[in-house]
């Protein structure tokens, strides 16, 4: 298995959310790389947040079926 960097830098930027008398800015974290696949996280899986102040741990809720198995589902 490669040799998974432990930190990741990354900046909290923001999505606006328009309300008829609301409006603000939200923070928003958006995550993508292979580091993400390197440290087992693949397309499909659901993931299960745990929030706590000042720290996110993020860990795999559920697998996604391999393309094998999902293929041998969409046959039958």
């Known amino acids: 298995m490669k040799s998974i960097k432990k930190t990741r830098n990354l900046t909290v930027k923001y999505v606006y959310q328009e309300r008829a008398y609301n409006s603000k800015a939200l923070p928003l974290i958006s995550l993508a790389g292979l580091w993400l696949q390197n440290a087992g996280f ?11 102040r000042n720290k996110l ?10 393309q094998e198995e999902y293929e041998e589902y969409m046959e039958d």
């Open 57 to 66: 741990v993020i860990k795999i809720a559920t697998k996604a079926p391999k």
């Open 42 to 52: 693949e397309i499909g899986d659901n993931i299960a947040v745990s929030v706590e």
